[in-house]
């Protein structure tokens, strides 16, 4: 995997968790609750620098638009289950939710060492 991609993947990641905490800091925090309709200014510019710009580096790598978009797909499964087993504590070990992580790693896997 190239030094591009990586750092790619790494910028997608960085957007999902943002985006995560964009959207469920207002169960998580008093302040976040009583203060909901700040939250996407806080959080939309940010979150949307990483996406565009994770975006733009893994489509120059991989010179398409689909492999970068599942890559996006496969990335978000790896952030949502542990953010939310923290916070929540909602597991991750349920049937479901296993197939889901295990098939965004194959998404993952298949878009960037398929060529």
């Given at each position: ?5 990586l ?55 991989m ?53």
């Amino acid at each position: 995997m190239s030094a591009k991609l990586l750092f790619a993947c790494f910028l997608i990641l960085c957007g999902h968790v943002v985006a995560w905490y964009g959207t469920y800091s207002q169960f998580i925090w008093d302040w976040c609750k009583q203060n909901v309709s700040l939250l996407p200014l806080i959080f939309s510019i940010p979150t949307g620098y990483l996406f565009l710009y994770g975006m733009r580096f893994a489509v120059e790598e991989m010179d398409e638009v689909w492999g970068p978009r599942l890559l996006g797909f496969g990335l978000s499964y790896l952030v949502f289950p542990f953010l939310t087993y923290y916070y929540f504590n909602e597991s991750m070990f349920e049937p479901k939710t296993l197939v889901c992580v295990g098939l965004s790693f194959l998404i993952v896997a298949i878009q960037v060492f398929w060529k």
